[in-house]
């Protein structure tokens, strides 16, 4: 991998939001634990991106703008299968804010995503239709970025779709397990990390790797 320092070299913050942490509306076993490393990390890369989930109350991803709509059930919409979920990171409430812990100083850029009612947005590339662009392959285009080192919430959902997204576009691609946490719904976990293992995602434990 190449160093951290160089300039082709981006850290993507997934979604490091007070609804995925503890006392959050969709909370991540421990999410909040991953913010010292990533503060840690924040300080290394000369290129840094936040996302932020950010929905509309009536976003059809919340259960309960479903009929008979369950949480953490999935259900056929137009663009495919989607998971439904409690309601959560709504725009402008406390709930979709980053965590007062995370250092967001070093961030040059923020993707919100999710924010149209009729579709999901868990990659940071491409809504759940995997064709609407968020804008993000363009900017590191723009930037001259290769490499996409990515961490945050959740290993299984967000995280695991961007880090998909990144090797279709091809970036050379890094997770940071170790700034990762899952939901892990029904063998999700497991089920993401052959995924992106089998597509060539390198899948790291410990952040200070920098070779
Ligand atoms: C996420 C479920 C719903 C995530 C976002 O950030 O992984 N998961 N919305
Ligand atoms: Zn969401």
Not at 112 to 121: E, H, N, Q, T, V
Not at 166 to 175: C, E, N, P, Q, S
């Amino acid at each position: 991998m190449a160093s951290q320092m160089d300039s082709r070299s981006a850290l993507i913050v997934i979604d490091v939001q007070n609804d995925f942490c503890p006392g959050g509306a969709l909370a991540v076993t421990d999410g909040d634990a991953i913010i010292p490393e990533i503060n840690r990390l924040s300080g290394q890369y000369p290129h840094i991106v936040l996302t932020q989930d950010w929905h509309p109350p009536d976003h059809a991803s919340f259960a309960v703008n479903q009929a008979g709509g369950v949480p953490f059930q999935s259900i056929p919409l137009e663009y495919g299968e989607q998971t439904l979920w409690p309601v959560h990171c709504v725009q402008d409430t406390p709930g979709a804010a980053f965590h007062p812990a995370l250092d967001t100083s070093h961030a040059q850029l923020i993707v919100r995503k999710g924010f149209r009612a009729a579709i999901d947005s868990y990659s940071a590339f491409f809504e759940n239709d995997h064709a609407t662009a968020t804008g993000l392959n363009g900017y590191l285009q723009d930037h001259g970025v290769r490499n996409v080192v990515l961490a945050g919430l959740a290993t299984d959902y967000c995280v695991a779709w961007s880090a998909m997204d990144a090797i279709r576009l091809g970036f050379d691609t890094t997770v940071i397990l170790s700034a990762c946490r899952a939901i892990d719904l029904d063998g999700s976990l497991d089920r993401q990390l052959r995924k992106m293992n089998d597509g060539g995602v390198r899948l790291m434990l410990n952040s200070r790797y920098s070779g």
